[in-house]
Every structure is written in structure tokens, then in C-alpha cells.
């Protein structure tokens, strides 16, 4: 992968989970943003480099190693931003969005959320290296789609 794809795969992926971990701050739409950071992280990146000429998806392995990539560092930012704003929240107007994370983020140590980050950071690469192999087959299939519709025009 070349390092240039790199370094926009893994700053598309950290704004969008700056973003995402600002959305779960908000009640009643936090699933909503832990569903995106989970699942459609690896499809926005991927699809935004595409659409700009940055990228192109030329094998399997390399839409599951973007997608894993891509989901790692959105994580990483989304836990963030998640728990700082919690944190100043809870510290200055004493409110909470969900009473156990808060307890959990304001009265553990830094190693223990550090480690709890890293595993939901393994489990965000996991969910989103799929998420981007679902990425790769369905942009083919609408490449081989359009080639065979326009194809059959040709002729």
C-alpha cells in the first residue's frame, strides 16, 4: 500500500471518528455514531479516496487491510473525544449521557481505559476489515454492471 494512501486513509479515518465520538455524546443518537464507527467507517473512507482519485481497490486484501486500518484509528479518536467530552461534562455541569461509561471513563485508571480502548480498537478493525471486503465485491459488482450493460450497447 503505498504510503501516500496511507496518510489519507488514516486521516479520513481519524476525522470521521473525532466526529463520531462528538455524535455520542448526544443522547439518544450514541448508538446511532457506535453503529457507524462499528460498521460504515471502512465504507465512507474507502468510498471518499475512490471518489476523489486518491484510491483504488484493486484486490480483496486490500480493501480488508484499509478496513482494518480505517476502523482502528476511527476507534482510537472516536474513544477520544468520547471520553474527554464526557469527562468535562460530567466535571462542569455534573451531566451524563450514560451513567456507567461515566463512572467508568471519570473513576478508572488511565492503563485500564487504555487497554479497554486497544481490545474495542481490535474489534472496530474486525468489524470494519469485513465492512470494506463488502466494499470491495459490491463496488466490482456495479463496475461489472455498468460494463455489461454498456457492453451490450456496443454491439
Known amino acids: ?3 501516500v494512501i496511507l496518510k489519507d ?3 479520513c479515518s481519524l476525522l470521521i471518528g473525532i466526529v463520531f465520538g462528538v455524535i455520542a455524546c448526544i443522547p439518544y443518537i450514541s448508538g446511532f455514531a457506535l ?6 467507517t471502512a465504507p465512507v473512507v474507502i468510498l ?3 471518489m476523489s482519485g486518491k484510491a483504488d481497490l484493486t484486490t480483496p486484501k486490500n480493501s480488508i487491510v484499509s478496513g482494518a486500518l480505517t476502523g482502528f484509528f476511527a476507534n482510537i479518536t472516536f474513544s477520544f473525544a468520547y471520553s474527554i467530552i464526557v469527562a468535562l461534562l ?3 455541569l455534573k451531566f451524563t449521557t450514560n451513567y456507567f461509561l461515566t463512572a467508568m471513563i471519570i473513576n478508572s485508571p488511565i492503563w485500564l481505559l487504555i487497554v479497554i480502548i486497544l481490545f474495542v480498537g ?3 478493525a474486525t468489524t470494519n476489515a469485513f465492512s470494506g471486503f463488502l466494499t470491495y465485491y459490491i463496488i466490482n459488482l ?3 454492471i455498468y460494463e ?3 457492453l451490450g450497447e456496443d454491439r
Open 48 to 50: 471518499l479516496l475512490i
Open 122 to 124: 481490535v474489534l472496530t
Open 35 to 40: 453503529f457507524g464507527v462499528l460498521f460504515l
Open 1 to 3: 500500500m503505498n504510503k
Open 90 to 92: 460530567y466535571i462542569t
Open 9 to 11: 486513509l488514516v486521516l
Open 148 to 150: 455489461k450493460k454498456h
Open 142 to 144: 456495479i463496475r461489472d
